[in-house]
Protein backbone atom coordinates (compact mmCIF):
# COMPACT_ATOMS: atom_id res chain seq x y z
CA UNK A 1 0.00 0.00 0.00
CA UNK A 2 3.02 2.11 0.70
CA UNK A 3 4.76 1.78 -2.60
CA UNK A 4 7.91 0.76 -1.01
CA UNK A 5 8.07 2.42 1.42
CA UNK A 6 7.90 1.85 5.48
CA UNK A 7 5.03 3.58 7.25
CA UNK A 8 7.87 4.99 9.54
CA UNK A 9 9.57 6.67 6.19
CA UNK A 10 6.32 8.45 5.40
CA UNK A 11 5.61 9.58 8.87
CA UNK A 12 9.15 10.83 9.40
CA UNK A 13 9.85 12.86 6.34
CA UNK A 14 5.95 14.07 5.68
CA UNK A 15 5.68 17.81 5.87
CA UNK A 16 2.53 19.64 4.79
CA UNK A 17 2.28 21.04 1.14
CA UNK A 18 0.74 24.48 0.45
CA UNK A 19 3.00 25.27 -2.62
CA UNK A 20 1.47 23.05 -5.83
CA UNK A 21 2.91 23.16 -9.31
CA UNK A 22 0.22 24.82 -11.70
CA UNK A 23 -0.65 21.13 -13.53
CA UNK A 24 -3.46 18.95 -12.56
CA UNK A 25 -3.15 15.77 -11.65
CA UNK A 26 -2.28 13.26 -14.06
CA UNK A 27 -5.11 10.37 -15.34
CA UNK A 28 -3.08 7.56 -13.74
CA UNK A 29 -2.60 9.45 -10.16
CA UNK A 30 -6.01 10.81 -10.83
CA UNK A 31 -7.76 6.65 -10.95
CA UNK A 32 -5.48 5.86 -8.29
CA UNK A 33 -6.70 8.20 -5.38
CA UNK A 34 -10.31 7.71 -6.50
CA UNK A 35 -10.20 4.10 -6.31
CA UNK A 36 -8.64 4.42 -3.22
CA UNK A 37 -11.09 6.96 -1.66
CA UNK A 38 -13.83 4.58 -2.26
CA UNK A 39 -12.19 1.44 -0.46
CA UNK A 40 -11.99 0.08 2.65
CA UNK A 41 -10.55 2.57 5.21
CA UNK A 42 -11.00 -0.35 8.06
CA UNK A 43 -11.70 2.47 10.58
CA UNK A 44 -12.80 1.33 14.13
CA UNK A 45 -15.87 2.60 14.94
CA UNK A 46 -17.89 2.05 12.04
CA UNK A 47 -18.59 5.13 11.19
CA UNK A 48 -20.60 5.69 7.36
CA UNK A 49 -18.20 8.09 5.22
CA UNK A 50 -17.43 9.03 2.35
CA UNK A 51 -14.71 10.90 -0.05
CA UNK A 52 -14.10 12.71 -3.11
CA UNK A 53 -11.50 13.97 -5.29
CA UNK A 54 -12.60 17.40 -6.57
CA UNK A 55 -10.67 19.02 -8.86
CA UNK A 56 -9.64 22.87 -8.15
CA UNK A 57 -11.61 26.29 -9.11
CA UNK A 58 -10.93 30.05 -8.70
CA UNK A 59 -13.11 30.49 -5.84
CA UNK A 60 -12.16 27.42 -3.32
CA UNK A 61 -9.89 30.32 -1.80
CA UNK A 62 -13.33 31.80 -0.72
CA UNK A 63 -14.03 28.43 1.46
CA UNK A 64 -10.43 28.47 2.86
CA UNK A 65 -10.97 31.74 4.43
CA UNK A 66 -10.68 31.88 8.42
CA UNK A 67 -8.40 28.89 8.78
CA UNK A 68 -5.19 30.51 9.49
CA UNK A 69 -2.09 29.50 8.23
CA UNK A 70 -4.18 26.73 6.65
CA UNK A 71 -5.74 29.18 4.30
CA UNK A 72 -1.98 30.06 2.57
CA UNK A 73 -2.58 27.23 0.04
CA UNK A 74 -0.97 27.66 -3.48
CA UNK A 75 -2.34 26.64 -6.79
CA UNK A 76 -3.65 23.18 -5.80
CA UNK A 77 -4.98 21.09 -8.18
CA UNK A 78 -7.60 19.29 -6.34
CA UNK A 79 -8.72 18.82 -2.93
CA UNK A 80 -10.18 15.86 -1.14
CA UNK A 81 -13.47 16.18 0.47
CA UNK A 82 -14.35 13.73 2.87
CA UNK A 83 -18.63 13.81 4.58
CA UNK A 84 -19.54 12.15 8.03
CA UNK A 85 -22.53 10.87 8.88
CA UNK A 86 -23.21 12.53 12.95
CA UNK A 87 -22.71 10.29 15.39
CA UNK A 88 -21.31 8.65 17.94
CA UNK A 89 -17.34 8.29 16.91
CA UNK A 90 -17.79 9.75 13.84
CA UNK A 91 -14.50 12.69 14.27
CA UNK A 92 -12.15 9.97 15.34
CA UNK A 93 -13.24 7.86 12.60
CA UNK A 94 -13.23 10.60 10.23
CA UNK A 95 -9.98 11.92 11.20
CA UNK A 96 -8.16 7.77 10.96
CA UNK A 97 -9.83 7.58 7.36
CA UNK A 98 -8.63 11.01 6.42
CA UNK A 99 -5.04 10.99 7.50
CA UNK A 100 -5.06 7.01 5.98
CA UNK A 101 -5.52 8.77 2.26
CA UNK A 102 -3.11 11.45 3.26
CA UNK A 103 -0.22 8.46 3.55
CA UNK A 104 -1.64 6.96 0.46
CA UNK A 105 -1.33 9.88 -1.14
CA UNK A 106 2.50 11.03 0.02
CA UNK A 107 3.57 7.07 -0.71
CA UNK A 108 2.42 8.47 -4.76
CA UNK A 109 4.75 11.40 -4.02
CA UNK A 110 2.21 13.59 -3.68
CA UNK A 111 1.84 16.64 -1.78
CA UNK A 112 -0.90 17.36 0.76
CA UNK A 113 -2.27 20.05 3.18
CA UNK A 114 -4.79 19.29 6.14
CA UNK A 115 -7.62 21.90 6.21
CA UNK A 116 -9.78 21.67 9.20
CA UNK A 117 -12.21 24.23 9.52
CA UNK A 118 -16.49 24.50 8.43
CA UNK A 119 -17.29 23.35 4.80
CA UNK A 120 -20.41 21.75 5.79
CA UNK A 121 -21.78 24.83 3.80
CA UNK A 122 -19.53 25.86 1.26
CA UNK A 123 -18.89 24.74 -2.80
CA UNK A 124 -16.59 21.95 -1.34
CA UNK A 125 -20.49 20.79 0.32
CA UNK A 126 -22.35 21.19 -2.89
CA UNK A 127 -19.71 19.76 -4.81
CA UNK A 128 -19.86 16.59 -2.64
CA UNK A 129 -23.81 16.42 -2.71
CA UNK A 130 -23.57 16.89 0.98
CA UNK A 131 -26.84 14.65 2.66
CA UNK A 132 -28.55 16.60 5.55
CA UNK A 133 -27.00 14.14 7.97
CA UNK A 134 -23.60 14.30 7.12
CA UNK A 135 -20.75 17.06 8.20
CA UNK A 136 -17.85 18.10 6.43
CA UNK A 137 -15.13 18.42 9.20
CA UNK A 138 -11.96 18.95 6.62
CA UNK A 139 -10.57 18.96 3.23
CA UNK A 140 -7.35 18.47 2.11
CA UNK A 141 -5.08 19.51 -0.31
CA UNK A 142 -3.52 18.01 -2.98
CA UNK A 143 -1.28 18.01 -5.91
CA UNK A 144 2.85 18.40 -7.26
CA UNK A 145 4.64 20.01 -4.45
CA UNK A 146 6.27 23.04 -6.04
CA UNK A 147 9.91 23.16 -6.09
CA UNK A 148 10.34 26.73 -4.69
CA UNK A 149 7.94 25.16 -1.33
CA UNK A 150 10.61 24.98 1.01
CA UNK A 151 11.02 28.65 2.19
CA UNK A 152 7.04 29.69 1.83
CA UNK A 153 6.42 26.13 3.62
CA UNK A 154 9.03 26.71 5.76
CA UNK A 155 8.26 29.88 7.32
CA UNK A 156 4.18 29.12 7.65
CA UNK A 157 5.40 25.90 9.54
CA UNK A 158 7.79 28.25 11.90
CA UNK A 159 4.87 30.35 12.61
CA UNK A 160 1.97 27.20 13.37
CA UNK A 161 4.70 25.50 15.16
CA UNK A 162 4.23 22.77 13.35
CA UNK A 163 7.87 20.91 13.28
CA UNK A 164 7.85 21.02 17.74
CA UNK A 165 6.75 17.42 19.18
CA UNK A 166 5.93 17.30 22.82
CA UNK A 167 8.36 15.04 25.05
CA UNK A 168 7.13 11.32 25.14
CA UNK A 169 6.61 11.71 28.94
CA UNK A 170 4.17 14.29 28.65
CA UNK A 171 2.26 12.08 26.49
CA UNK A 172 2.35 8.35 27.43
CA UNK A 173 1.87 6.87 30.96
CA UNK A 174 2.11 3.70 32.80
CA UNK A 175 -0.89 2.63 34.99
CA UNK A 176 -2.68 6.02 35.12
CA UNK A 177 -1.42 9.61 34.24
CA UNK A 178 1.08 9.82 37.72
CA UNK A 179 3.52 7.96 35.91
CA UNK A 180 5.49 8.58 33.04
CA UNK A 181 6.18 6.00 30.78
CA UNK A 182 9.61 4.92 30.93
CA UNK A 183 11.98 4.10 27.70
CA UNK A 184 11.61 0.57 27.07
CA UNK A 185 9.00 -0.59 29.09
CA UNK A 186 6.14 -0.72 26.19
CA UNK A 187 8.22 -3.66 24.49
CA UNK A 188 7.49 -3.47 20.88
CA UNK A 189 5.00 -0.83 21.26
CA UNK A 190 7.74 1.61 21.65
CA UNK A 191 7.93 2.05 17.74
CA UNK A 192 4.21 2.06 17.83
CA UNK A 193 4.11 5.22 20.49
CA UNK A 194 6.74 7.02 18.50
CA UNK A 195 4.81 6.82 15.12
CA UNK A 196 1.99 7.95 17.17
CA UNK A 197 4.28 11.11 19.04
CA UNK A 198 5.05 12.29 15.05
CA UNK A 199 1.34 12.75 14.50
CA UNK A 200 0.22 16.00 12.60
CA UNK A 201 -2.75 18.00 14.48
CA UNK A 202 -4.89 20.75 14.39
CA UNK A 203 -2.75 24.55 15.51
CA UNK A 204 -0.13 21.66 16.33
CA UNK A 205 -1.73 20.91 20.07
CA UNK A 206 -1.23 17.00 20.18
CA UNK A 207 -3.77 16.30 22.44
CA UNK A 208 -3.66 12.85 22.60
CA UNK A 209 -2.74 11.18 26.04
CA UNK A 210 -1.95 7.36 26.44
CA UNK A 211 -2.09 5.31 29.37
CA UNK A 212 -0.72 1.81 29.18
CA UNK A 213 -2.92 -0.56 30.90
CA UNK A 214 -1.36 -3.24 33.70
CA UNK A 215 -1.60 -6.26 31.12
CA UNK A 216 0.60 -4.66 28.79
CA UNK A 217 -1.43 -5.14 25.99
CA UNK A 218 -4.17 -2.33 26.16
CA UNK A 219 -3.50 1.40 25.40
CA UNK A 220 -6.05 4.02 26.33
CA UNK A 221 -6.52 6.84 24.66
CA UNK A 222 -7.41 10.22 26.31
CA UNK A 223 -8.20 13.52 24.68
CA UNK A 224 -6.11 16.47 26.68
CA UNK A 225 -8.22 19.56 25.82
CA UNK A 226 -6.61 22.89 25.12
CA UNK A 227 -8.79 26.01 26.87
CA UNK A 228 -11.65 27.01 25.76
CA UNK A 229 -10.10 26.25 21.93
CA UNK A 230 -13.34 24.12 20.26
CA UNK A 231 -15.27 27.07 21.96
CA UNK A 232 -13.41 29.78 20.44
CA UNK A 233 -13.40 28.07 17.07
CA UNK A 234 -17.08 26.68 17.18
CA UNK A 235 -18.12 30.30 17.92
CA UNK A 236 -16.06 32.32 15.54
CA UNK A 237 -15.91 29.99 12.12
CA UNK A 238 -18.54 27.35 13.14
CA UNK A 239 -15.91 24.81 13.08
CA UNK A 240 -16.25 20.81 14.10
CA UNK A 241 -14.10 20.05 16.79
CA UNK A 242 -10.98 19.23 15.65
CA UNK A 243 -9.40 17.75 18.69
CA UNK A 244 -11.42 14.91 18.09
CA UNK A 245 -10.02 14.01 14.92
CA UNK A 246 -6.67 14.76 16.13
CA UNK A 247 -7.50 11.82 18.02
CA UNK A 248 -8.86 10.06 15.23
CA UNK A 249 -5.06 10.92 13.50
CA UNK A 250 -3.65 9.76 16.61
CA UNK A 251 -5.39 6.64 16.54
CA UNK A 252 -4.65 5.79 13.20
CA UNK A 253 -1.03 6.17 13.53
CA UNK A 254 -1.13 3.30 16.08
CA UNK A 255 -3.18 0.99 14.20
CA UNK A 256 -1.57 1.12 10.94
CA UNK A 257 2.23 1.29 12.97
CA UNK A 258 0.69 -1.76 15.11
CA UNK A 259 -0.24 -3.91 11.82
CA UNK A 260 3.37 -2.80 10.02
CA UNK A 261 5.10 -4.43 12.94
CA UNK A 262 2.32 -7.76 12.85
CA UNK A 263 0.29 -6.58 16.03
CA UNK A 264 -3.35 -7.19 16.00
CA UNK A 265 -5.69 -5.88 18.17
CA UNK A 266 -9.48 -4.60 18.34
CA UNK A 267 -10.50 -1.18 19.19
CA UNK A 268 -13.55 -0.54 22.22
CA UNK A 269 -15.07 2.17 23.58
CA UNK A 270 -15.42 1.07 27.42
CA UNK A 271 -13.89 3.55 29.80
CA UNK A 272 -11.02 2.19 31.82
CA UNK A 273 -11.49 1.79 35.74
CA UNK A 274 -9.07 3.69 38.48
CA UNK A 275 -7.68 6.01 36.01
CA UNK A 276 -8.51 9.09 37.63
CA UNK A 277 -8.55 12.12 35.31
CA UNK A 278 -6.43 15.42 35.53
CA UNK A 279 -8.51 18.41 34.55
CA UNK A 280 -9.60 19.28 30.80
CA UNK A 281 -8.60 14.98 30.55
CA UNK A 282 -11.56 12.84 28.69
CA UNK A 283 -11.55 9.21 27.82
CA UNK A 284 -11.39 8.27 23.91
CA UNK A 285 -10.82 4.56 23.28
CA UNK A 286 -9.21 1.39 24.29
CA UNK A 287 -6.62 -0.69 21.91
CA UNK A 288 -6.35 -4.17 23.35
CA UNK A 289 -3.95 -6.28 21.85
CA UNK A 290 -4.17 -10.00 20.77
Known sequence: ????????????????????????????????????????????????????????????????????????????????????????????????????????????????????????????????SRGKDETIPAVTSIGYAADSRRLFDSLVRLSAGSDRRKDPRELFFSGDFGRPLEPGESGAYDDVLELVRLSPSASNKQPWRIVKGEDDSSYHFFLARTEKYFERNRSLFGFE??????????????????????????????TPPNIKLPETVEYSATWKGD
Not at 82 to 110: P, Q, S, T, W
Not at 241 to 255: A, E, T
Open 1 to 128: MWNNHTLRELIVRRRSCRSYEKRTLSEVDRRKLEDFLVSDHGTPFGTTLRFSLIAARENDAASLKGLGTYGFIKNPPAFIAGAAVRGGMYLEDFGYAMERIHLYANAMGLGTCWLGGTFSKSAFADRM
Open 241 to 270: DLQRVDMGISICHFDLAAAELGMSGVWKVA
